[in-house]
């Protein structure tokens, strides 16, 4: 090979190596970069849900203590207070005892359904189903107004998670429902089918116009909607003035 | 050693390709991929053909070459179309493929048949190179980007993006600067080895879950 014709290989094997090595470490670097980006988002899509999955226990947990005080105000403190009056008055009639006896008997029953309700081991045991079977008793028992549950299926085992912020949403409708819709009857519809889950509930109540939120509806309505799209599901919430308010979830439970 | 031995080694290098290919066929059996399996035996089939026709018969060889450039192009055309599902990437392999035939035809027509149909390799290439861009801009796009080192059709890109950067410059640079044969063919050995390589590669790494579509 004389010096001419290595020189020109060389030069163009040269090229061709640093154009491929730089094709290599250019495709390499960006490869590498998104990777990371992407798995940083991961982490953090990974870290919003167990944020949002405590916030919905501690939620839940002030719900269930806010009923208690309810509870304890309306319903025990009732029966004690009559119980109070009953012995009070007994000194001349004896039978009053008798009464006295049976509130305060009743009294110790809805003590013992309170404190079965607000045990954790029971709660945290407890069904989807389950769950919404004891809020319905309670709303019924309270005389809040009526409720109704039906189902297909009680147990479909989701993710325990899941389950948990189904519940919360559905409890947050339930919430507003007596607060504001001055409803007296709530009718929930559970259905599992196929890997679908489907939560139909619905109030009689005064409604509200969706397309006209105020802040304090509004706030609840985004949080059901924000929940849901954290568990993957589709909440829809549809209201007219007047009509009452109705809540859909529909959940795809994933096969793993 | 005679110079000659040389040219056996891209052979080789294909036959073993293709049989790495046929070994882990069950791998990448469910996706377009598996259309390189044929692939890489029909190149090695016209790279035997090719050799004997100038070896042992000492005849012209170059029409098989040019024969073999415009199908294997059109192979990648159609293997590009058939994972790249963006309808503005389809619609320009479309127009690269009709800008390619074009190209081939008229070279065809005009060029000299006892030469390698230059124009129908360097339109070729370049449209490969961009279709690469195409296929590595799609997975960087999507969650794969992750696993990117688990699916054959990234293996194939980086093949075929590293073969054809080094090929592009060296038919440009042969025309200004005289290269002799010996020196020529090193280089091209090389190319060979990194384009066989990173199919290689790629079978064997490669993971069936990640091969579905």
Not at chain 1, 127 to 143: C, D, H, I, P, T
Not at chain 1, 152 to 166: R, Y
Request: hydrophobic fraction near 45%.
């Amino acid at each position: 090979m004389d010096e001419k014709g290595v020189q020109s290989f060389l030069i163009i094997f040269s090229v061709i190596a640093f154009l491929l090595a730089l094709t290599v470490i250019l495709l390499f670097a960006i490869f590498q970069k998104r990777k990371n980006k992407l798995l940083r988002e991961q982490q953090d899509a990974e870290n919003r849900y167990r944020e949002e999955i405590i916030e919905t226990q501690i939620e839940i947990k002030e719900e269930t203590l806010r009923n208690i005080s309810w509870e304890l105000h309306d319903n025990i403190g009732q029966l004690l207070t009559l119980s109070k009056i009953q012995l009070q008055n007994a000194d001349d009639k004896p039978e009053r005892i008798q009464e006295a006896s049976e509130t305060i008997g009743q009294c110790l029953e809805e003590l013992r359904s309170l404190s079965k309700l607000i045990n954790p081991d029971t709660f945290s045991n407890l069904s989807l189903v389950e769950a919404l079977q004891l809020e319905m008793e309670r709303f019924n028992r309270m005389k809040y107004l009526k409720a109704s549950l039906s189902f297909s299926e009680a147990d479909f085992a989701l993710d325990n998670k899941v389950e948990l912020i189904i519940f919360r949403m559905l409890q947050e409708f339930f919430t507003n429902t007596i607060k504001h819709s001055k409803a007296d009857v709530l009718k929930v519809n559970v259905d599992f089918k196929e890997g679908v889950l489907k939560i139909d509930a619905s109030d009689n109540g005064i409604g509200f116009d969706t397309e006209v939120k105020n802040a304090d509806s509004g706030i609840g309505l985004m949080n059901i909607k924000n929940r849901a799209t954290l568990i993957g599901a589709d909440a829809e919430i549809l209201s007219k003035e007047g009509e009452g308010t109705h809540f859909k979830l529909t959940y795809k439970k994933n096969e793993l | 050693m005679k110079i000659a031995y040389l040219f056996f080694i891209p052979l080789f290098l294909e036959l073993l390709a293709a049989i790495v290919a046929t070994i882990t066929y069950r791998k990448y059996s469910g996706s377009n991929e598996k259309y390189f399996l044929y692939f890489l035996w029909y190149t090695f089939l016209i790279e035997i053909t090719g050799t004997l026709i100038g070896y042992a018969f000492e005849a012209d060889n170059y029409w098989v070459y040019n024969g073999f450039i415009i199908s294997s192009f059109l192979f990648y055309f159609y293997w590009y179309y058939s994972i790249l599902k963006r309808k503005r990437f389809r619609q320009t392999i479309v127009i690269f493929t009709a800008t390619f035939l074009l190209v081939a035809t008229y070279s065809l027509i005009y060029e000299d048949w006892s030469a390698y149909h230059s124009y129908t390799f360097l339109t070729g290439a370049s449209f490969v190179l961009v279709l690469t861009v195409f296929h590595f801009y799609k997975l960087l796009n999507s969650d794969e980007v992750l696993i990117v080192k688990h699916k054959l059709s990234f293996w194939i890109s980086t093949a075929l993006l590293l073969f054809y950067m080094g090929m592009i410059p060296l038919m440009f640079l042969t025309v200004y600067a005289d290269l002799n044969d010996i020196s020529y063919l090193i280089i091209i050995l090389s190319m060979n080895l990194i384009l066989y390589g990173c199919y290689i590669i790629g079978f064997l790494w490669t993971k069936k879950e990640y091969n579905r579509f």
